[in-house]
Structure formats: structure tokens, C-alpha cells
């Protein structure tokens, strides 16, 4: 089937602006991660939802990044009042989390790459 | 903050030849995963392993586990062109509740043809 896909892929945006981003999982998971990632870096984690619960927000920087997964399925990521430190790419995965206990394999979309003048 | 680091950050070498990256991180953990990033794209999951394993094997990747240590090794074998990618490893923290993997910062691997 369909790997987890997320649009736009890439989005330029002045300083101030509002963005949202998507990201459709792959069907059947329950669990959606979004992280972000510097140029260089590992991803950094910003928040996860199983089905339409967000039950972790604790990587999220500030109160200017809010995050939606209102049917469990389809989430939707929005920074608000964008600055240039929010440059980075947004990466989405999900996953079927078969373990109360362990992380599962997650699978990553490509990315949208936010750049912010 | 990255839990993980790996060594070196960036490796070079020639077609055929293995490729070694290792990965320390700091706190107890459930697995550690490793995850590779072609320039670009997203993340592919490659291998898993659980902290009661030591060693495990697909295809041309060997990975290891040295929970005393807290470190991981990664080991590509008879390296091709195409195996050139960033390789990050990414571990499930113990007694968090969470399910977020942490991430290094990764090893850049140069496979020259």
C-alpha cells in the first residue's frame, strides 16, 4: 500500500506568516509522530497521537506550533507567526504500535522543508 | 536534546569495503532502531533490536547491542554506491511511557564507486 505521504513538500514563507502542514499516514496506523529536523541534525521530536489523542506535545517549542488529528487519520500541523529559527524540515510517521510497552517501527513521509525569510 | 551519538559523523570508503558506525546514548532503553536518510527523502526504517538481544543480522547490515555500555554498533558489509546515505540510530527510552524515538545526529556514509 501507500507509504505516508505529506504535503507540501516544500514551503517558503515570510516571517510572520501562518503555515500548515500535512500529513496523510499510512491506513490502519494508530500512532502518528510529527518531529522536526535541523540541516545536519537528527529529527527532534515534537508530538504524537494515538488515533485522535494527543497524548504527547512536550517537543513542541513554543505555543506558536499546535497540532490536529481530529478523525485519526489525516493530521495537520500549523505554526503560527512564523520566525526564521522555525526553518528546518518537518517530518511525519506513523505507525501500528503493536506493544503497550515498546516503540515500533515507524514509518517516515519525505518530509516538507519550511524555509521562513 | 538528542539522546544519541554517533561515530564517526562522517565516513568514506570504497566500494566492497564495510562500513562501520557506532551509536552511544545515555539513558535505559526498550530497543534501539537504526534508520537511513537518503539526501532529501525521509527516514526508511532498517533494523530493529531489543535490549535483551546482542546481536542481529539482515541482509548486509550486522547490528549489535552492548546494553552495559549503552552503545550500538552498525555494520554494512561488501558496501555499494547506493548504500551512500546518513544513518541514524534512534532508541525507545525505558519507563517513560513515551513513544517517540530519540535521535543521534547521525553518521554520513560515502561509498566511492
Known amino acids: 500500500g501507500a507509504g505516508v505521504s505529506q504535503s507540501p513538500r516544500y514551503k517558503v514563507a515570510k516571517r510572520g506568516q501562518d503555515v500548515a502542514l500535512r500529513c496523510d499516514p499510512i491506513?490502519?496506523?494508530?500512532?502518528l509522530f510529527w518531529y522536526q529536523q535541523a540541516l545536519g541534525q537528527g529529527p527532534e521530536f515534537l508530538t504524537y497521537?494515538?488515533?485522535?489523542?494527543?497524548?504527547?506535545k512536550s517537543g513542541l517549542p513554543s505555543d506558536r506550533f499546535f497540532a490536529e488529528r481530529p478523525e485519526g487519520s489525516v493530521s495537520t500541523l500549523k505554526i503560527q507567526r512564523t520566525q526564521q529559527e522555525d526553518s528546518a524540515v518537518y517530518l511525519c510517521?506513523?505507525?501500528?504500535?503493536?506493544?503497550?510497552?515498546?516503540?515500533?517501527?515507524?514509518?517516515f513521509g519525505p518530509g516538507t522543508r519550511l524555509t521562513v525569510l | 536534546s538528542q539522546q544519541g551519538e554517533e561515530d564517526p559523523q562522517a565516513l568514506s570508503i570504497q566500494e566492497g569495503e564495510n562500513a562501520t558506525m557506532n551509536c552511544s546514548y545515555k539513558?535505559?532503553?526498550?530497543?534501539l532502531q537504526w534508520y537511513r536518510q537518503n539526501s532529501g527523502r525521509g527516514l526508511v526504517h532498517l533494523i530493529l533490536?531489543?535490549?535483551?538481544?546482542r546481536e542481529k543480522h539482515s541482509g548486509r547490515l550486522r547490528v549489535t547491542l552492548d546494553t552495559s555500555k549503552k552503545s550500538s554498533s552498525l555494520l554494512i558489509t561488501a558496501s555499494r554506491a547506493a548504500d551512500t546515505a546518513s544513518y541514524f540510530c534512534?532508541?525507545?527510552?525505558?519507563?517513560?511511557?513515551?513513544?517517540?524515538?530519540?535521535f543521534g545526529s547521525g553518521t554520513r556514509l560515502q561509498v566511492q564507486p
Open positions: 510517521a506513523s505507525s501500528l504500535e503493536r506493544s503497550a510497552i515498546y516503540a515500533d517501527t515507524q514509518y
Open positions: 491506513s490502519g496506523h494508530v500512532s
Open positions: 497521537f494515538q488515533n485522535e489523542a494527543q497524548l504527547d
Open positions: 539513558t535505559s532503553i526498550n530497543n
Open positions: 533490536i531489543r535490549s535483551n538481544e
Open positions: 534512534a532508541t525507545d527510552p525505558a519507563d517513560t511511557g513515551r513513544r517517540a524515538l530519540t
